[in-house]
């Protein structure tokens, strides 16, 4: 395992250590690594002869100072995590290594997919991932990226980044990975108490039944099932939930594209994301 800090040592890394190596796949995180971290970084490194790993808590994509100062920051453990799942080098740099003397984001104005949902709850939230995601991208000019369907949104907006940008490497969407409760693996999730955990599985629960109840009526019909479900499970405080179109992340009106629901809500003051193909 290799730790580096500098975008300058991993060109270093290429022309000297790496280069005999094939194909690069990267993937990007904020550290706090889990199982669904693992999951990617198994695949880039199974499917790729160099897997690269970045952890780097991003404070341009933080719309709350104290959210970004409660994120987890466990390093030592991730490095452990991301060897164990065959990662072969991290690139773990210092907000000055990214950024140099001037902390800010570009304005990243994809027209509806970033004014909705998360971009709409979190102004400027897209900004900082779309100018980090670049950043790192240059940085690492991996084969390979791999990101999670978690994240859908912001899976979307980094292909249309790549897509307009002509950045040569290509994204990989990687499958949404739950915990065996049902509850999507997120670094939050670390931050909810025994009972909040349990009360934050009202999401996975909710967008499960809205599945069962996919097809058999209308998109919007399941979507107001779902808002008023969840608006009554206790512990639970809905942000937003919606039931949008994939691959544009319009309202959805029908069955006849792929269908996914999306939602966002509070819950022991954390703030969990979680969606699901219903059709």
Known sequence: MILFTHPDEWKALRSKVFTSAGSVGYVPTMGALHAGHGSLIERAAKENEICVCSIFVNPTQFDRSNDLEA?????SADIELAKRYGCDAIFAPGVNDIYGDKVE???ADYGFLTETLEGAERPGHFDGVVTIVRLLLDAIQADKAYFGEKDFQQLAIIRELVRREQIPTEIMPCTLIRDTDGLAMSSRNVRLSPQGRQNALAIYRTLKEM????TKVDPQMVQHWGQRHLEQQPGVELEYLSVVYADDFQEA?????EVRALVAAWVDG???IDNMALN
Do not use: G, Q
Request: proline share 5%; net charge positive; aromatic share 10%.
């Open 71 to 75: 994120y987890p920051r466990t390093l």
């Open 105 to 107: 984001s570009l304005r």
């Open 211 to 214: 599945a069962e109840r996919a």
């Open 253 to 257: 009106s029908d069955w006849s594209r």
């Open 270 to 272: 954390v703030r969990l």
